[in-house]
């Protein structure tokens, strides 16, 4: 997946870097293909709760509804939870800092 520098080509596939965050760290990857749906895929720590989880979704689909002006129909946001135990930092898992 190529990293998003500006614009997305028509078609382009676009990503943003690994985001550092109270709790976890959240990667955040976005990709736009323009014959076919968005699709979001949000990677994160568990530990959110279904509120948390459902706001995300709903801002991440206003966005790209804003934006593209895609129909909300066409969006699909997928959020992948991994425990603290099979993510590290600096060498260290998250579940033992």
């Known amino acids: 997946m190529a990293e998003s520098t500006g614009a997305a080509r028509p078609g382009a596939a676009t990503s943003s870097p690994l985001l550092e965050r109270p ?5 955040i990857r976005v ?11 949000i990677e994160m720590a568990a530990g959110r709760t279904l509120d948390q989880k459902r706001r995300v979704v709903e801002e991440f689909t206003n966005t790209l509804v804003s ?6 129909a066409e969006i699909t946001v997928l959020v992948h939870e991994i425990g603290r135990d ?11 800092r």
């Open 23 to 27: 709790g976890g760290i959240v990667l």
């Open 67 to 72: 934006v593209l002006g895609v129909d909300p």
């Open 31 to 41: 990709t736009v293909e323009i014959r076919s749906m968005p699709v979001v895929t």
């Open 86 to 96: 099979s993510i590290a930092k600096a060498g260290v898992l998250l579940s033992e």
